[in-house]
């Protein structure tokens, strides 16, 4: 046994294909699939049905690929205190961050990054919440940039910062004359919302706490992306919500169209969220620092507040 066949038990349970998992590990698929027999008959039990398509552990098979994860967590430990004893950060950082959060965060803070930290390798990759947690449970990424609090006591969570949430509303709107607005003052049938399975859709809808009423619109669109909102309301009137680090790549004229919530304003909570079992702490330190340092100065002072769940 070696931790290489442990590295591709896990690549075939996390493809489900053992073509997959062995591009996934560079190596051809017999050299795969012998490596994987060769465990299977040291430890004289199958770990996977290769009757199945797609292919899926046994129940034997699925304890040992969860040990065999944490042995390689171990092993990857001891790479990293051997580079924290000579001083080095460096190594392969997989993130994944929510696509409501990546537009205007990653600007902030890669370049300085990866400028100050040349040795490390940042992988990124944008996806909804739900996938970010499942990719962190199986060990496909080391961390995730996203809007918390999750509730679940298999991952860590680090707040980074707080945003504000404000109006982005259309000039012939009823309250694009107040100055601040109440999430009770948005008609909800004139509200533009992002697709399922954003997280912030959902926060919108608890914020505001209304549903859309059926059969009071001739037209209904929802959106994959917040700039795609924003042009909605400037072409088709409506409100829509957008968060605090939008706001500062807008125009002066789209700035008219912002509007501030009435206090205490709804935030939302941005973190940094790892696997317990998580070891490349001093990378990903590294990285919470440097996004903190990045955000603008009122974002940074701000202490949590009226946050919305998720």
């Known amino acids: ?26 190596v051809t698929q017999p050299t795969l699939s012998t490596m994987i027999q060769k ?3 040291e430890l004289e ?39 924290e004893e000579k001083g080095v950060i460096a190594g392969t950082l997989r993130l994944g961050i929510i696509p409501t959060l990546a537009p205007y965060l990653l600007p902030l803070f890669l370049k300085s990054f990866t400028t100050k930290y040349p040795g490390v390798t940042l992988k990124l990759t944008e996806m ?44 012939d709107e009823q309250i694009f004359s107040k100055e601040y607005i109440l999430p009770g003052d948005i008609n909800p049938n004139r509200l533009w919302l992002l697709e399922e399975g954003h997280c912030f859709r959902s926060q919108i809808l608890k914020l505001c706490e209304l549903k859309k009423e059926s059969g009071t619109s001739n037209f209904e669109y929802e959106a ?11 072409q088709s009137q409506g409100v829509t919500i ?23 304003a709804p935030l939302r909570e941005v973190s940094v969220v790892t696997h317990r079992e998580q070891v490349k702490k001093r990378l990903i330190d590294s990285l919470t620092d440097e996004i903190i340092k990045s955000v603008p100065q009122r974002i ?9 769940d998720i």
């Open 128 to 171: 909804v919440t739900d996938q970010i947690v499942d990719e962190l449970k199986r060990g496909k990424i080391d961390a995730g940039l996203l809007v918390t609090p999750l509730y679940d006591n298999s991952l860590k969570e680090r707040p980074l910062f707080y945003e504000e949430f404000y109006a982005y509303v259309g000039k």
């Open 242 to 264: 957008i968060p605090e680090l939008a706001i500062d790549g807008l125009t002066a004229n789209q700035q008219q169209h912002v509007r501030p919530f009435a206090g205490p």
């Open 39 to 41: 465990l299977e008959d």
């Open 1 to 26: 046994m070696n931790l290489q066949q442990l590295e591709y038990i896990i690549a075939v349970e996390n493809h489900r294909h053992f073509a997959k998992a062995a591009e996934a590990c560079f």
């Open 224 to 234: 994959g992306s917040i700039e795609t909102l924003i042009r909605l309301v400037e």
């Open 300 to 308: 940074q002072e701000r202490k949590s507040g009226n946050v919305v």
């Open 45 to 83: 039990v199958r770990l996977f049905d290769r009757s199945k398509q797609p292919v899926v552990p046994t129940p034997i098979g699925e304890c040992m690929i969860a040990q065999a994860r944490r042995i390689l967590a171990e092993a990857e430990k001891l790479k990293q205190m051997a580079m």
